[in-house]
């Protein structure tokens, strides 16, 4: 009597399908995350009756429809700007200027003032604009 030794088969399975399966799924999550950007931690300073902040924040010039100028709230001529932005920059701790200009101060006026302000050692210019209503 002979006896039939059984053959036996490995066992493979195909996992080409979950593998593409995987890859969309990390697509899709890749690309429907959003990553935002946060301050490690929250502190609460001390705080002091006695110390004195000489750090502006934003420094601001209005230019009205008359050419008065007010750089922040403190009345201003031309000719006095680029000492203002000069004696200023120092105390910015962004070198920035926010120019908020009425729509009828001529064109060349803003013009100076931006040169002056890039010519007074400021990085970056902020041009105010107010959102246009529309009508329905």
Request: zero cysteines; a neutral charge; proline letters at 3%.
């Amino acid at each position: 009597m002979q006896l039939h030794e059984k053959k036996r088969h490995k066992v493979i399975i195909n996992i080409t399908s979950l593998i593409d399966v995987l890859f969309l799924l990390l697509i899709f999550f890749m690309i429907s995350s959003t990553f935002v950007e946060q301050p490690g931690m929250k502190l609460e300073l001390p705080e002091s009756k006695s110390a004195i902040t000489e750090k502006i924040k934003d420094l601001v010039l209005q230019i009205n429809a008359d050419g008065t100028m007010t750089l922040n709230d403190e009345t201003i001529s031309l000719e006095n700007l680029a000492d203002m932005f000069k004696q200023i920059l120092p105390k910015l701790e962004e070198k920035s200027l926010v120019l908020k200009a009425d729509k009828t101060v001529p064109h060349g006026t803003v013009v100076k003032v931006m040169d002056m302000a890039k010519l007074g050692g400021l990085e970056k210019l902020i041009i105010a604009t107010q959102v246009e209503k529309v009508n329905n």
